[in-house]
């Protein structure tokens, strides 16, 4: 089994994504103009390239790379073990090297789970961001303007994200180890 049955789980939404991206993507690739955005801010287009399957399946790439660090590490939170089930005994071998390795150790298999699926909604949240961004990438006409709504609407499910994965954190480290 490659991956355990709370990260395949959790996982369905990221794949779902990333078929979606691809294949609008796959779809969308005929019909886009010789130059498309390369980057875009606030203020629109700010950068040009000349169309090709690097610049224009760019977000599905980072979003692919994102999928596979971020599974590894929700994968490797699940696999470590907690404080809680670490020895007690300061004579066990190795007590001083486990205690001083579980300052950054899940205090429990609970939190572990909660900061792996913490991870993997990030996941999700990212993509959805890069998702917003293809929107304006693979559009059909060249345009330099970009609703400014759009900044925005991308950055709030990176920060939900992150501001979820920096809870369960805080919320391991605040909960006694039992």
């Not at 690739?29 to 875009?40: D, G, K, M, N, S």
């Not at 991870?119 to 917003?132: D, E, K, P, Q, R």
Request: hydrophobic share 50%; charged share 15%.
């Amino acid at each position: 089994m490659v991956f355990s049955a709370p990260v395949r789980l959790w996982q369905l939404p990221n794949a779902a994504l990333l078929v979606a991206m691809s294949l609008w993507g796959i779809v969308r690739y005929p019909q886009l103009p010789h130059r498309i955005p390369q980057h875009f801010g606030v203020d629109g287009v700010d950068a040009w390239t000349n169309r090709s399957i690097g610049s224009a399946f760019g977000p599905v790439f980072v979003f692919i790379g994102a999928t596979v660090l971020l599974t590894a590490c929700a994968e490797l939170t699940l696999r470590v073990t907690p404080q809680s089930e670490l020895p007690d005994d300061a004579t066990a071998p190795f007590a001083p090297a486990l205690a001083r390795a579980s300052l950054n150790r899940p205090r429990t298999r609970a939190s572990a789970l909660w900061i792996a699926r913490a991870l993997l909604v990030l996941n999700t949240c990212t993509g959805i961001s890069l998702a917003i961004g293809c929107g304006v990438l693979w559009r059909s006409t060249p345009e330099q303007q970009v609703p400014r709504w759009l900044f925005t609407t991308m950055i709030v499910p990176l920060l939900i994200g992150t501001a979820l994965t920096v809870a369960s954190a805080v919320r391991d480290r605040k909960s006694p180890a039992s």
